[in-house]
């Protein structure tokens, strides 16, 4: 059954459990047939109340900060893949102590680091690997001037001493293919330094679980880069918006409905700016369950913050819409909750599993607290 938005208080992220085990099951099967290891990046998919069941499918976490390492630690139990654009000098230690992999994203920070480095520990670079598709600059991490990953004319053709592993990430919601054409700038670049590596870790932007990718060929394009490089230990591909893409909602209510303007606006109880970011900086507008292609009842919706871009439009539906509905935001898992924000003063929605046997649990609420708390 899906989800009876009758039990669900509003406004709350709500995730699928059933959905979430498909899309993990999907990267499992492409794990296993390409002999990889794919870790969930906690940057777009921080929902630990389900870290344990990811984990039954996944090789791990990757974290970006030490905040996000201890929660793959606390939540996962496992050391966290990490790589930090900047590593904090106070915080290293620490982040050493739980992790099993470490990326450097330059060469004065391998440097700044490298009398600390142990043998537990696999340490690894961040290179730009020269090539990506993505159009959005705010998106793009491999652009010619990007600070992230250390560009080929900056390293020699043997790895700094102690380095095991290479990191590369320059990909955005895109296909295998993609991942092929920057395979052929990656291996055109860095080849005596891949032979030299013990693993490759292909960043994330994979997006495995969208319907129209296509996992075979992916597996056959990781294959046949296993079998240029039998060197290598461990391929790795860490994706984070796959993990969680396409298995929730976020559940709102309709508060007001204002006249202004050339369409009506629905004022809702969640905000783009706090609880959707990514709509107004990608930009892009979400699918809203339950609406049609055309219709006399055509609206706005309104954020509840004072910010005068936050609202969108438009969306039709079948009825005037009334106070009190329910607008159901498609596809609100990932990078949502992990970029929330109480601008304004305004709450965060709860956080919710429904799960396999159609119950609901509630696994986060937030008030005032949270909110003073943030602030001094
Ligand atoms: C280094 C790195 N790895 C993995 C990811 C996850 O990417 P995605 O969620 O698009 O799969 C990101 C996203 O920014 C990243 O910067």
Sequence with gaps: MSIDYNKIPSPAYVLEEDKLRNNLALLKRVQEEAD???ICALKGFSFHAVFPLVKQFLHGATASSLHEAKLVFDKMGVKAHTYCPVYVPSEFDEIQAISSHITFNSLSEYERYKTKMN???SYGIRVNPGYSEIETDLYNPASPNSRLGIPRSLLGDM???GIEGIHFHALCENTSHTLERVLESFIALYHPLIQQAKWVNMGGGHLITRKDYEP???VKVLKAFREKYPNLE?????PGSAVGWQTGVLVSTVLDIVPNGDFPTAMLDVS???HMPDCLEMPYKPRILHTVDKSPYEYNMGGMSCLAGDCMGTWCFEQPLQVGDKIIFDDMIHYTMVKTTTFNGINLPDIGIWHSDDTYEQVQTYGYEDYKKRLS
Excluded at 234 to 238: G, K, Q, S, T
């Design 234 to 238: 461990e391929v790795i591909l860490e």
């Design 216 to 218: 075979d060929h992916l």
């Design 36 to 38: 990889i290891h794919i």
């Design 119 to 121: 043998t537990g520990i």
């Design 159 to 161: 790895l700094p001493e």
């Design 272 to 274: 783009f700016t706090c």
